[in-house]
């Protein structure tokens, strides 16, 4: 007996003065074999940095459709997400490279199991691209694992953990859920993850599969990178979402680590802080304003 055919996808690839990666990155989807797939750029950039049709590489000029969005990462993902017709949406860093011919395949091959809603792929980090073996912790809660799972791990497992580096969502769960949470603004830290914790609490079912991987470049400049000089948005921006997933997700006895780890160390102790001290007061206010903010939007 044959298998039903594979879902189509939708790749939905925010990107923001990412030009150079991109390309890297198209260039990889146009080699991808046995699955149907089209590819939509939420392109928030700026010249010379914006993708035009012409850096489409031949092989996707059919399968891509470039829309234009102001800065702003969830945003332009639910922009994109809301206007693919793919059965199952794929978010994919722009710095990403892709593994495998069958990358997507085995993305897809995933939904032929109905339980599954959402895949988490594996991310291979820099400098040195290694896996770390299978990860078989045994989490608390959901937050724990949606935090602390090893995405370089090589074994496949029912995860509560998404990132969108490389990950893929049936579209119909993912509309259920409202799509990523619009309240995510900023450098948007944290919004897979909510995503992730709003799948579990609905009853979705996510799975970890090694064979998609893809090695994450973390480019240097241009997207979200606190430490990027040249990111625009300001300091409150810059910290309002790591604010918000503290208020709407981390149990008690994990904000503490959560305030040193994921407030603290990316915002005051940055390494080019410690060279300009004026820029603390700053930070400082900043941190305050948008942790108002937060907590106000997160009681709605």
């Known amino acids: 007996m044959s298998l039903p055919p594979l879902p189509s996808l939708s790749l939905i690839i925010a990107t923001l003065n990412r030009l150079e990666p991109l390309s890297q990155l198209l260039s990889d989807l146009a080699t991808q074999r046995g699955a ?10 700026t010249p010379p940095q914006a993708i035009t049709p012409a850096a489409i590489p031949p092989a996707l000029k059919s399968r891509v459709e470039i829309m234009r969005c102001e800065p702003g990462v969830v945003a332009a993902r639910n ?3 809301r206007a693919a017709t793919g059965e199952v949406l794929v978010f994919l860093d722009d710095d990403a490279r892709l593994l495998s011919p069958d990358f997507l395949q085995r993305h897809a091959a995933n939904y032929l199991d109905l339980t599954v809603s959402a895949v988490c792929g594996q991310e291979l980090f820099p400098p040195d691209f290694t896996e770390c073996g299978p990860d078989r912790s045994q989490f608390a809660d959901a937050f724990e694992e949606a935090e602390f799972f090893s995405r370089n791990s090589t074994e496949r497992r029912d995860v509560a953990h998404l990132c969108t580096c490389n990950c893929s969502v049936r579209r119909d769960a993912w509309l259920a859920v409202g799509g990523f949470d619009s309240r995510y603004t900023g450098n948007s830290y944290g919004d897979d993850t909510d995503l992730a914790l709003r799948l579990k ?6 799975v970890f599969d090694p064979t998609a991987a893809v090695k994450h470049l973390r480019w240097a400049s241009g997207g979200l990178r606190l430490s990027d000089r040249g990111n625009s948005f300001s300091e409150r921006d810059r910290y309002l979402s790591a604010w918000l997933l503290y208020y709407l997700h981390v149990p008690p006895k994990w904000r503490r680590w959560y305030l040193w780890h994921r407030v603290i160390r990316k915002s005051l ?26 907590r106000a939007l997160a009681r709605r």
């Not at 149907?36 to 950039?45: L, M, N, Y």
């Not at 820029?279 to 948008?290: D, E, K, N, T, Y």
């Open 79 to 81: 922009a994109a997400g």
């Open 201 to 206: 609490a609905a009853g979705q079912r996510i």
């Open 36 to 45: 149907e797939f089209d590819v939509w750029i939420a392109d928030q950039g």
């Open 269 to 294: 102790l940055l390494r080019r802080n410690a060279t300009q001290p004026g820029r603390w007061p700053g930070i400082v206010r900043a941190l305050w304003a948008s942790r108002r903010e937060a």
